[in-house]
């Protein structure tokens, strides 16, 4: 989950020329541009997160590797993900994914290429990988900076766009790795790798044809200085820093859930494969239905009150986990807490980008990304550590906890917020 933001009375000036969507009303042209090519390389993406381990453990057999494949393309994104906010501050929201795509497709495509040609091996592979995860530093905060750009300074619009966003990330990562797992048996997994690189150029060539926006929050030049200058500008506020709070608390919240389930399935149900498939396919599911949700929503429905109504439903169902119910209650809990998450992201990060200084959305925005990603591998290592020493059922305990913390600490301080004007 990440976090929105307000800096009451500096809502940034719509770039003049760039087309604007309307609350509730349909995207334009270029936003659906936006939204189709992060659809394509958000797809090929995850189709790719599948193949290329699993084209190490064909051609090696070591899950070792595989695991060190996996590393190198989210490495990037912890040790330079601040850096990436300056990048975007200096090329401009649209010009940085074009880059990122175009560069990103013949990378991609060195993979199947030398593996054909026999010249891959785990050096050149991890080189490939960690250059890739390089170039995908910056991306996401760029998508949301662009549609910040595209569409008029208006909480519900950039709600919904957010929330289109998500659905795009939720809809590839339950798609994604389920049509690799059909199609690398038929054609292949290098063929899979190079749908990826073919995904990447289709969605750089669109990009080309969105305008660049404007000045605003999302593109200025003008903005603060240093790479770590959108951090201090979250610390600096005191809603901020309660929200990513909330962040860092529901990053070790998820991980920590992921982990969990299929344990919980093999402990409370003698083992049953299907309960903990079924679990995590709730997660997946709930975020999907979520985030289409949170699209039609956020028009209608004041982003606070949306936001503290679904920050309940996140950790409400959670709790459970804790008492001895049929599996078919756990999958539809996990589900509901799923599919709320998407639905209080969605005002939260539109309350972020509409009151957002000029020219602090490249900064800030990364730096919320980043902080959010890096939540993640602290969540997977303390699941692992409270699962061995605490058990199970400390464990869900912990999860449902964390979970009525963060939400409790957003709904109190998006109160706070609300007591002191409006924002919408």
């Known amino acids: 989950m990440t976090i929105a933001a307000t800096q009451p009375g500096t809502a940034p000036v719509p770039p003049a020329g760039a087309p604007k969507g309307t609350p509730g009303g349909r995207p334009s042209r270029a936003l659906t541009a936006v939204y ?3 659809a394509v390389t958000a797809l090929g993406t995850q189709m790719t997160m599948l193949a290329l381990p699993w084209l190490v453990l064909e051609t090696t057999g070591s899950a070792t590797r595989a695991g060190l494949v996996f ?25 940085t994914m074009v880059i990122s795509d175009l560069a990103r497709a013949p990378v991609v495509a060195l993979i199947p290429l030398l593996q054909t040609l026999g010249a891959l091996n785990l ?23 662009l549609a910040m750009e ?16 998500a659905g795009v990330t939720n809809g590839s990562a339950f798609a994604g790795p389920a049509l690799a797992g059909a199609l690398i048996p038929l054609v292949g997994t290098t063929s899979v790798v190079w749908l990826d690189a073919a995904s990447f150029a289709f969605s750089g060539l669109l990009l080309l044809r969105v305008p660049a926006g404007g000045a605003g929050a999302g593109g200025s030049a003008a903005g603060p200085r240093g790479v770590w200058a959108g951090v201090r500008h979250l610390c600096g506020d005191w809603f901020l820093s309660r929200a990513m709070l909330s962040t860092v608390v529901f990053g070790l919240m998820l991980r920590t859930q992921m982990i969990t389930m299929p344990v919980l ?13 079924l679990l995590i396919a709730a997660y997946g599911a709930g975020g999907l239905v979520g985030s289409v949700a949170a699209y039609v929503l956020a028009a209608r429905v004041a982003p606070v009150r949306l936001a503290c109504t679904a920050l309940v439903c996140v950790a409400l169902p959670l709790w459970t986990l804790l008492v001895p119910v049929p599996a078919s209650a756990l999958v539809v809990a996990v589900g509901l807490s799923s599919a709320a998450a998407p639905l209080a992201n969605a005002p939260l990060m539109g309350l972020l980008s509409a009151r957002l200084p000029d020219g602090f959305g490249p900064k800030v925005l990364q730096a919320v990304v980043t902080i959010s990603t890096l939540a993640g591998p602290l969540g997977f290592v303390a699941a692992g550590a409270v699962l061995d020493r605490a058990g199970v059922a400390a464990t869900l305990w912990g999860v449902a906890a964390l979970a009525t913390f963060g939400s409790g600490n957003l709904i109190l301080a998006l109160r706070r917020l609300q007591a002191t004007g409006d924002p919408d």
């Open 36 to 38: 189709v090519a992060g």
């Open 71 to 95: 590393a190198g393309q989210v490495l990037p994104m912890a040790l330079l993900g601040f850096a990436g906010g300056e990048v975007i501050q200096r090329l401009g929201a649209r010009r």
């Open 123 to 145: 050096a050149v592979l991890m080189a490939i990988v960690t250059a890739l995860g390089t170039l995908a530093v910056p991306y996401h905060a760029a998508q949301r900076v």
């Open 150 to 165: 595209l569409l008029s300074p208006h909480v519900r619009s950039l709600a919904r766009a957010n929330s289109a966003l």
């Open 265 to 277: 399935a093999f402990a409370r149900f003698e083992g049953d494969v299907r309960v903990g498939g």
